[in-house]
């Protein structure tokens, strides 16, 4: 087929524009600006994704610290921070604000000479000689290099929630609750299913608009400062995790240090406020067994003890698994790739197989340890396939 006036030519063609591409993208440009990139994404906005998430969960702080974020500059959120004179989370370990970090990689993209996201989603890649071939119904990319960074997931909704899950709004997935365009919600009883931050925050939403909150979580909760420990973030477990060739072990280390979800200290504070003036419970050790809708329009849980809890909305903050094989146009690609327990084993340059095929984000896991998937990840990612494709390395400081 001969090329149209809508083929792109690139070197690298990256699929999404959340942090992980633009990280890599950033890096490529500090590299060498003449590499000619190109980003595809379903929005021409740099972190659409990211920015609805947090306005529509209504996050006001990131978890991560000040120097995790997309820029090759370990400090410059920081500089920022103090340059323009942002206010402070005030939290422990001074994570920066949702605003700050959102106006900092406004103005990293602003200075940068990098191009918007095309809009574009690729319906199928082939590989022929030296090339990559990226069809989208709106345009053909031809690359030498193609990286994933578009968070391919699966929504992960609990058995006894599958059978009503689609079929009313009263039972919905954080991935689609929009606290940002909910307003009084007073006496409304609400059941938030998990033990994680997103259902912490979810949680403190809904009490502020004047909910009751029910929240359910199967262990006790588990409160930890970040996702996980920061020995994971440099030599103090990475030495050993990187020594291990066993993808089995290595994978297994990774799903223990992450050890599902967990909340800082900070935030167990404010839920046991809650609890003791009464609006809160929270249910923990404790397994939703079945759901019943009730010709009232509500629903009756019943618990692992038997106990019943009746709410007027159920709130699944449950979670979402990495999962390559969501992107339907990369399955002929997936084939030949061990997975081990639904995490790809790439080569060290977070190479899937022969092909010039890149991943980032939490399917870069086996080859950079659990915290593959956070903002921390994002800029290792990019060095190792930036290191692989230009051979440059370079050196970020503070990294
Ligand atoms: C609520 C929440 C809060 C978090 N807070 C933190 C935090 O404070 N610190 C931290 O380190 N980590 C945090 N994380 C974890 C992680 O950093 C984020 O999930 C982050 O968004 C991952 O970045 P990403 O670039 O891999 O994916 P995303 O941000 O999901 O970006 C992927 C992009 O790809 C695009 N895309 C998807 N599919 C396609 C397709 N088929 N074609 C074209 N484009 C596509 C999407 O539109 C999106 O723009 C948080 C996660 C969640 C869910």
Not at 87 to 96: H, R
Not at 141 to 163: D, E, F, G, H, V
Not at 217 to 236: A, C, E, M, S, V
Not at 340 to 357: A, C, E, H, K, Y
Request: proline content about 6%; overall charge neutral.
């Amino acid at each position: 087929m001969g090329k149209t006036r809508r083929d792109v030519n690139a070197d690298v063609c990256i699929v999404g524009a959340g942090p992980h591409g633009l990280a890599a993208s950033l890096l490529f440009e500090r590299i060498d600006p003449s590499i000619r990139v190109v980003v595809l994404d379903q929005s021409n906005e740099w972190l659409k994704s990211w920015k609805d998430q947090f306005k529509r969960l209504e996050i006001p702080t990131l978890r991560s610290p000040i120097v995790h974020h997309p820029s090759p500059d370990s400090f410059a959120l920081d500089d920022f921070v103090k340059r323009e004179d942002f206010s402070l989370s005030g939290l422990p370990y001074n994570p920066p604000t949702t605003e700050a970090f959102e106006a900092f990689c406004s103005e990293v993209i602003n200075a940068s000479p990098i191009d918007d996201p095309v809009v574009a989603i690729p319906r199928s890649i082939r590989c022929e000689d030296d090339c990559v071939i990226i069809d989208s119904h709106e345009k053909t990319i031809y690359a030498r290099y193609l990286i994933i960074a578009s968070n391919p997931q699966q929504t992960i909704i609990p058995r006894w929630a599958k059978r009503t899950y689609h079929q009313n709004s009263l039972i919905q997935h954080s991935r689609e609750i929009d606290l940002a365009n909910t307003n009084d919600m007073a006496d409304q009883r609400i059941a938030v299913i998990g033990g994680g931050l997103t259902a912490a925050h979810l949680t403190r939403s809904a009490l502020d608009k004047g909910a009751l909150v029910d929240l359910i979580l199967r262990r006790p909760l588990q409160i930890r400062n970040f996702d996980t420990d920061p020995g994971w973030l440099g030599p103090k477990y990475l030495t050993n995790y990187y020594a291990e060739s066993d993808a089995h072990k290595r994978i297994k280390l990774a799903r223990e240090a992450r050890n599902g979800g967990s909340i800082p200290p900070w935030m167990r504070d404010y839920l046991v406020d809650y609890e003791s003036n009464g609006n809160l419970r929270i249910r923990e050790s404790k397994e939703v067994a079945s759901a019943k809708l009730t010709s009232c329009a509500r629903y009756e849980l019943t618990l692992s003890n038997e106990k019943q809890v009746n709410v007027d909305q159920v709130w699944l903050a449950t979670g979402t698994q990495s999962d390559l094989y969501a992107m339907e146009c990369l399955r002929p690609f997936l084939h030949g790739v061990t997975f081990v327990d639904g995490f790809p084993v790439t080569s060290n340059s977070l190479r899937l197989g022969q092909n010039p095929i890149y991943v980032m984000g939490r399917s870069a896991t086996f080859a950079l340890g659990p915290s593959a998937g956070n903002l921390w990840g994002a800029t290792r990612a990019a060095k190792r396939i930036a290191a692989d494709i230009t051979g440059v390395e370079l050196i970020a400081n503070g990294s």
